[in-house]
Structures are given as structure tokens and as C-alpha cells.
């Protein structure tokens, strides 16, 4: 069932961020989920072979010898299922000399004799042996999710024997999955009108000289291989097993190993169908919310009051918002300090009550406790409010005490660390508040959040300081929000007109691409049909094959342009022309539906997505715009400095993570090339192919750079070998050739997996960590992937540190010499600024001295600048 999800589920589609693949994992954990769901067992268990020699295998060598080499992403997925299973308190029975199959026979024997009504789960067809009355095998006819049931009506319906004469049939007929031969000339009419007449192989072995022709004649010459089969494909039902039937019986999952598995695992809408599907493990566990009773307070007198006698003390916010044209709207505030609570309905407060309210929560000296400061930042300051004070965001705590974590909503932290059932902050937003919710009904819901929120403050604080995490919680990551938030509201100008014509222009592309390919191929097909492109490269074509997939063959991006290099096809030029110019075109029709009334297009940044530290840009995502095709270059055309304002300006870091690389590990070498000011890749070529700088051809330069910055990522000689298209033997030479010339690296990047491993986790430069107990792990594929994140967490962390002390820097200085400009993005290791009119040089001057000053490197921090009326203008 693990091959059949493997070959089910693309295997692009499904692999972490350090390149652990798992598409077996989720289609086999899904395929269960589903099982459990729709069957309702009350006891369940999972076999699996072991890679130790059979009975089978000691009889008969050739057993099961016809199988392809096992794909090599499919290596270590059936360790991590296991690791799922123990997860969810589902028994795994393996036994040394014998077959997942024979532990389900035995098992389903088991189970029957008891009384139970047996479901065996099988891809195997030897398991229709095991079909009673009592017994039913779920067969899967299309990948994991056709799986119906097969009684004793359906195998006679199919193979014309009953379940117990199957085995014989298989012997007859031979199995090809399992590499034993049939009797040549013997098919499954003839072998079961054989064994309805004599009943069974035995009894056809008896009355050998009664069966004429040449398929007797044939039959008498294979005996031997009948008998074999028999005994090889016959399932044993008496095994003594490591496990008994009250082991099997179906538990709630264990829900922290749950967490911490399928954050690792990345497996976010899994986890919600699981836990929908087994509810709360124990409602009786839950902490009763002991929220204080609020007041109402709109009037100024009862506001001041309440303000005063919470003087000092920090206080909980949680914002009641409702969905508006243009954002979301404010409508109410929940105040929460100690045992005191409040609610604010900022549409009945007066004209002096609004002010006081408004001075608060501008008032530095007013500390504040709100989960994602940066979202109530954004709306409150839509109604003219500016909230600063906050001395705590809940949700970036919590994401600095746990970085790999899949989500950071008040409601499941609350779950998780408190035990306490808190609605989810909208819950009553948005339409609800539109069924004419009094103000208590919004109040006593945002009270319970606000109080929620303070009491995870309370029990983040600890643990931040225990972590390490203070300085970054107050020094970077919090004010950071601040400046992000205002980058938000500031969002950046769009030439609607340009999009306008970069849409016409990709359509008019996709057009001649189409026509163009059509005319080729004599006939017109659906270019994003994977299943019409197969019988047009393969079949009409007759284009080598590219990787085998369950439905033929691949015509991913990949595929396609391995192909191209290989055969140049003219079909394929105009294939990937169309694919190119439609992903641009959805790109820019995205960028299209996101340009605000205000004709700017205002990202989000993400701060707990990524657990190196990274931000991430969402709706729209400004970080994928293409920069490498002149096509995806025009799309920064689109992007123009606004109204009011001079010029945008843009400034980066070049080779960052090198750089850190360079420092972290000390390497000489790449120190003075750093210092020399030499192209880095060249320098490392001349010394890895033994060639002078100039000698070192563009091939070589490439080669390096992919394995630079592989090596950043964790990168196996497997991945550089796909990623070069070179053999796994070419790049482990490669590889190790960079070893010897650059060893520091080499110890470096070992000794950080083994100081990760005493520790428990990585550090950036600024320290900030991220915990990676698996590293300790005996399940090596959970091993591994901790040692992939182990060693580009302290690199690419670092740089995503960097870059937000420079945004801190830059935002400081902006503000103190008291200029216009503003700061608009944050692309990877790029800021895009919007210049005032006159103070370009000043505004470069601090600029580079922010960015270059925001850390201090046994090597330089390069940063270049360029300016421009559109943001690929500004490009250097």
C-alpha cells in the first residue's frame, strides 16, 4: 500500500524544506484516515515486510526478482509510516523470515476465530485466499482511493474459483508482481475449469493422465514449478506473533507526537482530518477558562478609570474586527489586565472617550500584550489609531520558542499549552456580526481571547529567557513587526496599464505557441493535458521516454526540459514557450486582482512561516516574481515608484549566505576571495579544477555555484547530481574535491551537526535557535532530515537576521533624520524603498550604512544600490 501511494501521488508535489521526501507518507496515512473514517474499526493493526531474507526467498532466489530498483525518494518513507503509526497508537507487526501477508493471514485467523468481522487491506491478490463469510479484502483497482471491497462473489465473479482455491488458481497461472511462472499455455479459465473438476491442485496432480492436448503436455512438464508455487504463494496462519489481538485495539492518537511528527513532516491539512476525525481525547482534560466578568465601557469617565487602575500592569488587547470593502474594520476592543477586564465598542465611545483611548494605546509607557500585533497595528490604524506600547506578541513568542511549529493561532497555542478551548479570534467577525450580535455576545468571546493571551504571555515568559529568546522577542523580531506593518499600509504604486499589457502580451504568446505546436503535430490537443501530451511526445513523436510515473510518463517542467536538451524538438520549443508564457500570464493576472483601491498593491509578511526566521510575502506573493527570464523581468516594470515621490531605490546584499558561510566556518580560502573582492565561484573553480581564474569556463562556474549554495542547504551528492544532470559519481568527486581544497568547510559543516546534536538544536549568529530533537532520533530518515535542517538553519537564519537588523536600522534612521521616504519591501535579501524628492543621496548614505553595518563578518557585507522609476530600473 506504500508503493501504491508512492506511485499515486506526484513526488514533486510532496517533500519538506530539507528535501525529505514524502508522498508515500501522506498517501498512506490519508488512504488510513479514510479507512478508519468510512469502516469504523475498533481494532487495527499495519504489517510490513523486513528487508531480511524469507522462507520464500531461501526456496526459491528468483522470488519476487522481476521488481524494478526501488526508487530512490522512496527510500526511508515506509520508517517514517512506522513513525506515524506509533504516533497514532497503531500496533506495526513485523516478523524476521516471513511476510507482511503471512502476519495478515494470521492476524485475519486470529480475529476470525474469535468471532470479529475481519477488513484485510491488501494490494496483494494472494490475500483473496483469506476471504470467508467473516473475512473481506479491500483490493485497490485505481491508486488509494478506488479500494472496494472484495467478498467470496466477487473473486468467483472475476477469477471463477472461490477464495480458497485461489492460491491455486495463482499457482496454475503463475504471478507475475512475484516473479513465479505459470504453466505456459495455461490461463485463468483453463486452470479454473481444472480445479472446479478435480478440486484444487491436488486433486489435478492426481488425474495428471486425464488432461489431453498440448496444455497437459504442458502441465506435466511444470509439476515441479506448481508445486513451488503452491507452497510459496500459500499464506501461513499460524504464526506466533509479537502481538495479540487487545493490542490492536484503535486509541485516540497520541496528539504531541502528532504535532511534533507532522510539523516535521509538513503535513497541516492531514493533521486537521485526523483530528476532526478522533475529536478531543478528553474533554475533562480541558482547563476550565476562568475569564474575569468584563464591563462594557464607552464612556470617557468609566474608561479612565478603568485605564488608571491598570496603570503599570501589562495588559491584553484582543480586536473584534469585521470584514469591510478595502479590510478589515474595528469594531471593538477586549481589554484584560489581572483579574480585570473590558470591553471598548469603539463605535459608541464619545469624542473624549476616543481620545483617551486613543493616547493609550499610543502610549509607549502603557505595556501591552496582543497576539499578532501587526494585523491590530493594521486595522486599528485605519481608524485613526496607533497602537504602540506592545511589549508582547503571542504568536512570535510563541514561534521563537517553537520555530518549526505549523501554526500559530491563539486558539490552538491555547489547546496546546494551556489546555484551554478558546474560539478562534474570528469567530464572531464577519458575517456573524452581521445577524445583529449585541455587544456583549461580541464582548464575551474577545474577553476570552484577550485573557487567553495574557496568560500565554505569562507562560511564554520563561521559557524565552530559558531559550534564549528575550533579546530577540524585544530587540528584533517585535519591532520588526512595527516596521513590517507600516510597509504593509505603505504597500507599492502598480502601472495597471502595463499589467494590461503584459496580459495581452503573454495571450498573444500562448496563442502563437499553441498554433505553432499544433501545426507540428497535424492536430489540436490540450497542451495541459498530461495525459494528451503523453501520446503525443511518446507515441506520435516517438520521443524517448522520461521518468516513469503511475500514469505513463513524466511531462513535468523538469521532464520536458531534459527532454529538450536531449532530442531539441521543435514541439517541445513551443511547448514550453506555452508553459512559460502562461505561468507569467497567472502571475500577472494574480498581481492584477490585488492592486488596491489606492492602485498599490499591499503585501502581508509572514513571520512565523518559515522556522529559519525568513519572512515570507503572501497575498500576493512579491517574492516569486520571476527575475531571471526577460519575460519575468518586465513584470517589475509593473511595479513604479508613486505619486509624490522621486524615485524607487533598491539595495542588496550579494552572496550572503557565502559570506556567513565564509565566517561561520573560518576557511581562509574563502575569506581572501571574499576580501580580494574576486568573483567567489570563479575563485572557488580555479582551485577545485586546478585551473587559473580566467581559465575556468562558464560549465565549471555553474557547477560550483549550484554546490555552494548546496551546501548550504544540506545538499546530498544524490541532489547535486540531479540538479547538474551529471552522474551521483561525478558529483560526489566534485563534492569531495571541494572538501579538500576548502576543509574548514568541510569541519564546519560536520561540526555543526555534532554540536546540534550534544545541544538539541542550531544557533544564528544573533542566536537565534531552532530545536531539532529528531537529531537523536532512531528512526534515521526523521534523523536525517534533522541533520539537512541542522545544517542550513544557522546560515540562512543568519541571513534572514541580518536583513531584519538592517530593515530595524534603516526604518530608525528614516525616521530620525526626519525624512519622507519610506521603506515599501523586503525581497529575500533586497528592501525596495520609495524616495521623497531630494533626499536620494541621503537616503543611500544610510542605506548602505545600515545594511552594511548590521553585522559585523570576518568579511565584507557587500551591498548594491540602484535607482529607478519602476523597480526593474532600479535593479543593479
Known amino acids: 500500500m506504500a508503493f501504491r501511494a508512492f506511485y499515486a501521488l506526484p513526488v514533486e508535489n510532496f517533500s519538506t524544506d530539507t528535501g525529505q521526501h514524502t508522498n508515500a507518507v501522506y498517501g498512506f496515512t490519508s488512504m488510513l484516515i479514510k479507512m478508519i473514517e468510512q469502516r469504523e474499526p475498533t481494532h487495527v493493526a499495519v504489517a510490513f515486510d523486513l528487508d531480511t531474507p524469507t522462507f520464500r526467498t531461501q526456496e526459491y532466489a528468483e522470488y519476487k526478482g522481476g521488481r524494478n530498483k526501488t526508487p530512490e525518494e522512496f527510500h526511508g518513507q515506509v520508517d517514517l509510516i512506522v513513525k506515524v503509526m506509533e504516533a497514532m497508537q497503531i500496533p506495526t507487526v513485523t516478523l524476521d523470515g516471513y511476510e507482511a501477508d503471512d502476519i495478515i493471514a494470521t492476524l485475519s485467523s486470529q480475529a476470525e476465530d474469535a468471532g470479529w468481522e475481519v477488513m484485510v487491506v491488501s494490494g496483494d491478490r494472494d490475500a483473496f485466499q483469506l476471504i470467508t463469510d467473516k473475512v473481506t479484502v479491500l483490493y485497490p483497482k485505481k491508486g488509494i482511493s478506488d479500494i472496494p471491497p472484495m467478498d467470496s462473489a466477487a473473486v468467483e465473479a472475476k477469477y471463477f474459483v472461490p477464495p480458497k482455491r485461489y492460491s491455486d488458481l495463482a499457482a496454475l497461472v503463475g504471478e507475475t508482481a512475484d516473479n513465479l511462472p505459470g504453466v505456459p499455455g495455461v490461463g485463468p479459465k483453463t486452470a479454473a475449469k481444472w480445479i472446479n473438476l478435480y478440486g484444487g491442485v491436488d486433486g489435478i496432480l492426481e488425474n495428471l493422465d486425464s488432461i489431453g492436448g498440448k496444455v497437459g503436455e504442458s502441465l506435466r512438464a511444470n509439476v515441479d514449478s506448481v508445486k513451488r508455487n503452491r507452497r510459496l504463494n500459500h499464506l501461513l496462519r499460524d504464526l506466533e506473533l509479537p502481538v495479540e489481538l487487545e493490542h490492536m485495539v484503535l486509541q485516540h492518537p497520541d496528539r504531541a507526537a502528532i504535532e511534533e511528527l507532522f510539523d516535521a513532516l509538513q503535513f497541516n491539512t492531514l493533521r486537521k482530518r485526523l483530528f476532526d476525525l478522533f475529536g478531543e481525547e478528553d474533554a475533562v482534560r480541558e482547563t476550565e477558562v476562568n475569564a474575569p466578568a468584563h464591563q462594557v465601557v464607552s464612556e470617557a469617565a468609566a474608561l479612565k478609570e478603568w485605564l488608571a487602575e491598570s496603570n503599570q500592569l501589562n495588559v491584553a488587547l484582543q480586536l473584534v474586527a469585521e470584514t469591510a470593502e478595502g479590510g478589515d474594520d474595528a469594531v471593538g476592543l477586549a481589554l484584560v489586565a489581572h483579574a480585570r477586564a473590558a470591553y471598548v465598542p469603539l463605535a459608541s465611545l464619545d469624542a473624549e472617550a476616543e481620545q483617551l483611548l486613543a493616547h493609550w494605546l499610543s502610549d509607549l509607557d502603557a505595556p501591552k500584550i496582543v497576539h499578532d500585533f501587526k494585523y491590530a497595528y493594521k486595522v486599528l490604524s485605519r481608524r485613526g489609531f496607533e497602537l504602540l506600547g506592545v511589549v508582547d506578541d503571542t504568536a512570535i513568542s510563541a514561534y521563537l520558542i517553537q520555530p518549526d511549529r505549523r501554526s500559530y493561532e491563539l486558539a490552538d497555542l491555547a489547546q496546546y499549552h494551556l489546555k484551554m478551548s478558546v474560539a478562534a479570534p474570528d469567530a464572531a467577525a464577519s458575517g456573524q456580526l452581521e445577524l445583529g450580535l449585541t455587544e456583549d455576545d461580541k464582548a464575551g468571546p474577545a474577553v476570552v481571547q484577550a485573557f487567553a493571551a495574557l496568560q500565554l504571555s505569562e507562560h511564554f515568559a520563561g521559557q524565552l529567557v530559558e531559550r534564549g529568546a528575550n533579546q530577540l522577542m524585544g530587540g528584533l523580531d517585535l519591532p520588526l513587526s512595527l516596521v513590517l506593518a507600516r510597509m504593509e499600509l505603505a504597500g507599492i504604486a502598480m502601472d495597471a496599464g502595463a499589467l494590461d499589457r503584459l496580459v495581452d502580451d503573454f495571450t498573444v504568446t500562448i496563442d502563437a505557441a499553441s498554433s505553432a505546436a499544433f501545426g507540428i503535430i497535424g492536430k489540436e490537443i490540450n497542451l495541459g493535458s498530461p495525459k494528451q501530451l503523453q501520446a503525443v511526445l511518446f507515441d506520435d513523436l516517438g520521443l524517448p521516454k522520461t521518468k516513469k510515473i503511475k500514469t505513463g510518463y513524466s511531462t513535468d517542467a523538469d521532464a520536458l526540459n531534459d527532454l529538450f536538451a536531449k532530442t531539441g524538438n521543435e514541439f517541445l520549443v513551443q511547448l514550453l514557450t506555452y508553459r512559460d508564457a502562461t505561468k507569467l500570464r497567472q502571475t500577472v493576472e494574480g498581481l492584477r486582482k490585488t492592486v488596491a483601491d489606492d492602485g498599490r498593491i499591499h503585501t502581508t509578511y509572514a513571520q512565523t512561516v518559515a522556522a529559519t526566521g525568513r519572512l515570507s510575502s503572501i497575498n500576493p506573493n512579491l517574492q516569486n516574481i520571476p527575475v531571471r527570464s526577460e519575460e519575468g523581468r518586465r513584470i517589475r516594470e509593473a511595479f513604479v515608484v508613486g505619486e509624490g515621490y522621486e524615485t524607487l531605490l533598491t539595495a542588496d546584499y550579494s552572496q550572503i549566505e557565502m559570506r556567513i558561510m565564509a565566517h561561520l566556518s573560518g576557511d581562509e580560502g574563502l575569506i581572501e576571495a571574499f576580501r580580494s573582492g574576486e568573483d567567489l565561484h570563479r575563485f572557488v573553480g580555479a582551485h577545485i579544477f586546478g585551473v587559473a581564474p580566467e581559465d575556468v569556463t562558464s560549465e565549471m562556474r555553474a557547477k560550483v555555484k549550484a554546490m555552494s549554495y548546496g551546501l548550504v542547504y544540506g545538499l546530498s551528492s544524490f541532489g547535486l547530481s540531479k540538479q ?23 569541519d564546519y559543516l560536520r561540526g555543526v551537526v555534532d554540536q546540534a546534536r550534544v545541544d538539541g538544536f542550531t544557533s544564528t549568529i544573533e542566536g537565534r535557535r531552532r530545536y531539532l530533537p529528531d537529531l537523536a532520533s532512531d528512526n534515521r530518515q526523521l534523523r536525517e532530515m534533522s541533520e539537512r535542517a541542522a545544517l542550513n538553519a544557522p546560515i540562512q537564519g543568519s541571513a534572514a537576521d541580518i536583513i531584519k537588523k538592517a530593515m530595524l536600522g534603516v526604518a530608525q534612521e528614516l525616521e530620525s533624520q526626519g525624512l519622507k521616504s519610506r521603506m515599501l519591501l523586503q525581497v529575500h535579501d533586497e528592501l525596495v524603498l520609495e524616495v521623497a524628492p531630494g533626499e536620494r543621496e541621503q537616503v543611500e548614505k544610510l542605506v548602505r550604512a545600515q545594511m552594511g553595518g548590521a553585522a ?21
Not at 547538474?724 to 568541510?746: C, H, P
Not at 559585523?856 to 519602476?870: E, F, H, K, Q, R
Request: hydrophobic residues 45%.
Open 856 to 876: 559585523d563578518l570576518s568579511v565584507p557585507l557587500d551591498v548594491s544600490v540602484g535607482v529607478g522609476a519602476n523597480w526593474q530600473e532600479a535593479g543593479h
Open 724 to 746: 547538474l544532470n551529471i552522474s551521483v559519481d561525478e558529483a560526489r568527486t566534485l563534492m569531495k574535491d571541494y572538501f579538500s581544497r576548502f576543509g574548514a568547510v568541510r
